[in-house]
């Protein structure tokens, strides 16, 4: 295995990446010290308090055998030495050092009781010397077990401070990271954007600037009959540059937020898109036909997006479309809580296996048409749709056209919206002029 494959080259980053990449990194290590400091906190404490009880326990357990235990019996842990009468007995096993006589010769001389803590041989003990009746008592308490019970706590807290530790910098790395997905998505839809404006306006851009040094030339010598068509290009192109700006924001604002949600009439925003396309259809000898149903078709999201989506399609569909042929956009509802729209062409259609590649930004299809097959209105279609919780489709075969079909959830609400009374341009069954039969 080669070098490059062990150790692959880092892809450059921009500087905003790294400025995320260095905050993402100083928040999970702020995170993991603060935890960490907490952790010791609730360590110490619990350390504290578990010290505080050995003790308590150490001198309840001299306190009893002082007062109720005898040299022969004592607790476990605990060693007797009685004196009286001028005789001392200690417990067998008494440890090196114990008793402690400095206590006992204190308290014989008429001293307090006393209570102590002391070391022998490397062991710590609790010892207690006071008087029981006529006898002088001295219990020693050894707390071995209980400097091993701290021992055995310190080492669970050790390792729970080293386990806690990689599991607070795992967690907090994920929510750094999941803290900075926001900024990162706004940097990945900033550039986006620009890829896109400078995309898909560089071609009409230049297409204008040309036809503008073409009009400038022609001004002194050309006919007016090739000035006006001059200038009606012109206009047409300044009309797709104003589209694909419109395109462009409203993707835009889509990224950010779909927009507040109303109840929509798909049948009005239908039949307002076959209305407006009507001029160009009939320039471009094609038939534009909208059909629907008597029942309402009311859906939840923002009206202009959803008009843009219906826009898009009926545009995408008469570029494609040879002059003879007929679009037509239907609108109903085949299941319950779903409402249906299809744009279906008799264009050039496009093959199976690009069905779903075609709502790629500016993914090119192989058919032939005389607009942009696919660049950004299928996506920005796309986007909006599943912005509105519905999903698009496509199917089509070259050279047997089209079929476009979104689908949209049925708002609840439909029963506030009014029900216009249907134009000339929505026929359930018949076309209007000279539209032809629905296929």
Do not use: K
């Amino acid at each position: 295995m080669s070098l490059p494959a062990l150790f692959p080259r880092r892809t450059a980053r921009s500087p905003e990446q790294r400025r995320l990449a260095s905050a993402q990194w100083t928040i999970t290590l702020r995170i993991s010290l603060v935890m960490s400091v907490i952790m010791l906190l609730v360590g110490a404490i619990v350390y504290c308090v578990v010290l505080v009880a050995q003790r308590a326990d150490a001198e309840r357990e001299t306190q009893w055998s002082v007062e109720h235990n005898t040299v022969d019996s004592p607790p476990v842990c605990v060693w007797m030495t009685v004196e009286r009468d001028g005789l001392v007995r200690s417990t067998p096993g008494i440890p090196a050092g114990l008793p402690v006589t400095s206590s006992l010769d204190a308290v014989r001389e008429g001293g307090s009781p006393r209570l102590e803590r002391v070391e022998r041989g490397g062991e710590e003990y609790t010892v207690r010397t006071a008087w029981r009746g006529s006898e002088l008592v001295q219990a020693a308490y050894g707390e071995r077990f209980q400097r091993a019970d701290r021992n055995h706590l310190l080492l669970a807290f050790a390792a729970a401070e080293a386990v806690g530790l990689v599991l607070v910098a795992v967690a907090s790395g994920l929510l750094a990271r999941r803290a900075m997905t926001p900024l990162s998505e706004a940097l990945d839809r900033q550039r986006r954007f620009v890829a896109d404006a400078s995309h898909e306006l560089r071609t009409p851009l230049t297409q204008l600037h040309t036809r503008a040094q073409l009009l400038a030339r022609r001004s002194g010598s050309a006919s007016p009959q090739q000035l006006a068509g001059d200038l009606q290009r012109l206009v047409t192109g300044t009309r797709q540059l104003g589209d694909i700006i419109d395109d462009l924001l409203l993707s835009a604002r889509l990224s950010r937020s779909p927009g507040s949600c109303e109840p929509v009439d798909l049948d009005i925003l239908a039949e307002e898109a076959v209305t407006a396309e009507d001029a160009r259809a009939q320039s471009m000898g094609l038939t534009v036909r909208l059909r629907c149903g008597p029942e309402r078709h009311v859906v939840m999201g923002t009206a202009p997006a959803l008009r843009r989506v219906i826009a898009a399609l009926v545009d995408n569909a008469m570029g494609h479309t040879p002059p003879g042929g007929e679009v037509v956009v239907s609108v109903d509802a085949p299941l319950p809580g779903t409402v249906s729209l299809s744009v279906r062409d008799t264009g050039v259609g496009f093959p199976p296996e690009e069905a779903e590649r075609i709502f790629e930004r500016f993914a090119r299809g192989t058919a032939g048409g005389r607009g942009r097959r696919f660049g950004l209105g299928l996506a920005l279609a796309r986007e909006v749709v599943e912005s509105h919780r519905g999903r698009i489709t496509a199917e089509g075969r070259p050279g047997d056209g089209a079929l476009f079909t979104v689908e949209l959830p049925t708002a609840r609400v439909a029963e506030t919206i009014p029900r216009p009374r249907p134009s000339a341009a929505c026929l359930p069954a018949g076309a209007r002029g000279t539209d032809a039969p629905g296929p």
